[in-house]
């Protein structure tokens, strides 16, 4: 029988399937990606079409780049490598007017880059099943949210009051502080 989960822990799950969500749509355009490179050599292939899709590609994998490092904060892991090979590779015809070996590198690169975008993905994954069994899972820290998973509004406003009194404190005895000192002495010397 599965186990209900909270309205917490629903929008956990919810928000890591729509991590996933990013991360299969951005290795399908970088499926795409490849595709196009290799679609550009074959006889009859209609390359000024190949070159127009290939660099709505490359367009929309920069973009889709930038929201998921933003999104997935620490659990993106997806190669650095990754958008130099986007930027590189400025046309179709660029990538086959190199050499051989370049282009064998490109598609090295291409494969390595493939690789982590799938571990990304996998590792999304079994957050997401992990939180649907009802364990506690943490989503990847982004800059929009603090280290640790932040204070609460109750804890902040303690921790203020503290400050402000201890400051008062160290004010008072600052400028009292010798006063105090010799009544204290007075009553108890």
Known sequence: MARKL???????VDKIEQNCQMVREFMNDWLMFNQLVSAYVKPNANKAELENHFLKVKSKLARQHRVLKDHLGSDFQIDGNTMNIVSGATSLEAIHAQSEVSVKKLQNEWHRAFISINETLGSLEDKKAR?????????????????????????????????????????????FGDAYMSAFQDLFG
């Open 131 to 175: 939180a649907m069994r009802g364990e506690k899972v943490a989503l990847g820290i982004t800059a929009d949210q603090p280290m640790g998973g932040g204070m609460s509004p109750g804890m902040k406003k303690g921790m203020i009051v503290a400050v402000v009194v201890v400051v008062v404190l160290v004010v008072v005895f600052v400028l």
């Open 6 to 12: 909270s309205k917490k822990q629903q929008q956990l």
